[in-house]
């Protein structure tokens, strides 16, 4: 990997922490009076992640574009379609591993900040441009409200690829 032979293409399993004391699951929740998380030990409330989830390193260089996803209103029965475009613009072939994250932006409980719902790895040679489309029901979008019962709620998402994103509404 050193030598750049091998051209890495992992992705974090998990957030790492900067510090030994703030340890917090990725499913971190903002606290509503602060908008910042709960429980960590830096006494703001702040999250501060060295690196976070889905965190990796190249010696390629990938960029996003043409974000889009199928409509804005969507029913329970519904499918949301989503598209990008990622094209490698250096010189060395490569692998990456595109991530589709969805955030709940209101729920009768806390919503998770967000969370990975789809991912595929590909490999894209130096110079070339991949459309990459994802299909993620909207009976995936639920969580278990204060019943512990899976529920899919009205509202508000924000689906999001890099660093690009789209709010939605389920109905």
């Given at each position: 990997?050193?030598?750049?032979?091998?051209?890495?293409?992992?992705?974090?399993?998990?957030?790492?922490?900067?510090?030994?004391?703030?340890?917090?699951?990725?499913?971190?929740?903002?606290?509503?009076v602060q908008n910042n998380a709960q429980g960590a030990y830096n006494y703001v409330g702040e999250v501060?992640?060295?690196?976070?989830?889905?965190?990796?390193?190249?010696?390629?260089?990938?960029?996003?574009?043409?974000?889009?996803?199928?409509?804005?209103?969507?029913?329970?029965?519904?499918?949301?379609?989503?598209?990008?475009?990622?094209?490698?613009?250096?010189?060395?072939?490569?692998?990456?591993?595109?991530?589709?994250?969805?955030?709940?932006?209101?729920?009768?409980?806390?919503?998770?900040?967000?969370?990975?719902?789809?991912f595929s790895k590909v490999h894209i040679k130096a110079g070339e441009t991949k459309r990459l489309n994802?299909?993620?029901?909207?009976?995936?979008?639920?969580?278990?409200?204060?019943?512990?019962?899976?529920?899919?709620?009205?509202?508000?998402?924000?689906?999001?690829?890099?660093?690009?994103?789209?709010?939605?509404?389920?109905?």
């Amino acid at each position: 990997i050193l030598s750049g032979r091998v051209n890495p293409s992992g992705k974090l399993p998990y957030s790492y922490p900067a510090y030994p004391n703030s340890l917090l699951p990725y499913y971190y929740k903002p606290s509503e009076v602060q908008n910042n998380a709960q429980g960590a030990y830096n006494y703001v409330g702040e999250v501060n992640n060295l690196y976070d989830f889905g965190y990796g390193l190249s010696y390629s260089d990938f960029k996003y574009s043409n974000f889009s996803v199928s409509k804005d209103t969507f029913a329970l029965s519904d499918t949301v379609n989503v598209g990008v475009f990622v094209t490698n613009e250096s010189d060395i072939d490569g692998y990456e591993t595109i991530q589709v994250y969805s955030s709940d932006l209101y729920a009768s409980i806390t919503p998770d900040v967000k969370r990975l719902r789809d991912f595929s790895k590909v490999h894209i040679k130096a110079g070339e441009t991949k459309r990459l489309n994802f299909s993620i029901p909207v009976s995936e979008l639920e969580f278990y409200n204060i019943n512990n019962i899976p529920i899919v709620e009205e509202g508000r998402f924000k689906i999001t690829i890099n660093d690009n994103a789209k709010e939605i509404f389920i109905k």
